[in-house]
């Protein structure tokens, strides 16, 4: 039987560009199958050669196989509750917050990874290239309720300068965010912060990815593809959920921290409104 788009592109992560393709070809199938590839490439708005390579990765003989199956499957018609690309594009992100929401209803292990990281002064936080914003966000949100926050945002010499000051000044823990399309930096600096005997904590997208066997704790939560740009709403909530667990195991300590930050931005006038 020969298989749907939606199979064949089920197997594969793609790059924004393939995504565009991707998307383009699941709306018009029926007319996709008579263009040809610069056609195809003009369409979906990227260039001719990205066409060529997204046919490759599907493993398909040239853009001619291609074509043919396309010819041979037809339009895959939508299932009848489908919304809109981008009402899709966040029904993704429910099914990945309500697998978050199952695999917490045993709190044990991150509570236990929310008490190593308050023990660990200064605690490092990690992340790079996509990865650098939620690790940015949550530096400055634990820094509200941690004392001594260090966020490693580039690679290279420097990083491994940072760590090493941040060892010797008594960090335990290492936190690092690494989400697809999962950058060098991320694997060079788990290695390194293992190599200073750092109890790393990798944030994912998956319990199994190129980088989990090289941390000692792993948390994860579903990035939606749907759309030309992952979506990392579940990461998210996952984060703020780890920084819940945090103050909870800061107790008091984390309470007068905040508190002392309320009234220092109330008497700074910070913020517009409350």
């Known amino acids: 039987m020969t298989r749907s788009l939606h199979e064949i592109f089920a197997e594969h992560r793609f790059t924004p560009a393939q995504r565009r393709i991707a998307s383009y070809l699941l709306a018009n199938g029926e007319d996709a199958a ?8 003009e369409r979906a708005e990227v260039s001719q050669p990205s066409v060529t390579r997204f046919v490759a990765l599907l493993g398909f003989d040239g853009y001619g196989a291609f074509r043919r199956h ?4 037809g339009r895959t018609p939508p299932s009848p509750d489908s919304g809109s690309r981008f009402q899709e594009g966040v029904d993704a992100d429910l099914r990945n917050l309500a697998e978050l929401r199952s695999t917490l209803a045993d709190e044990r292990r991150l509570r236990a990874v929310a008490k190593r990281l308050m023990k660990s002064d200064p605690l490092v936080v990690m992340g790079f290239r996509v990865s650098a914003a939620p690790a940015t ?6 820094a509200k309720i941690h004392p001594d926050v260090h966020v490693l945002d580039s690679g290279g010499s420097v990083l491994g300068d940072r760590l090493r000051q941040a060892r010797r000044r008594g960090a335990r823990s290492a936190i690092l965010f690494a989400l697809p399309r999962y950058p060098r930096e991320a694997r060079d600096a788990l290695l390194q912060a293992n190599d200073l005997g750092l109890h790393t904590v990798l944030v994912t997208d998956k319990s199994v990815s190129p980088l989990t066997p090289d941390a000692d704790d792993v948390l994860s939560a579903g990035v939606a593809t749907e759309l030309v740009f992952d979506s990392h709403a579940a990461v998210m909530s996952l984060t703020a959920v780890l920084l819940e667990a945090m103050t909870a195991a800061a107790g008091a300590v984390a309470q007068q921290r905040l508190e002392s930050f309320e009234e220092y931005a109330a008497e700074r006038e910070l913020f517009l409104a409350d």
């Open 34 to 41: 008579y263009l040809t590839s610069t056609e195809l490439a």
């Open 70 to 73: 396309l010819r041979q499957t």
């Open 137 to 142: 966000l949550f530096g400055y949100l634990a």
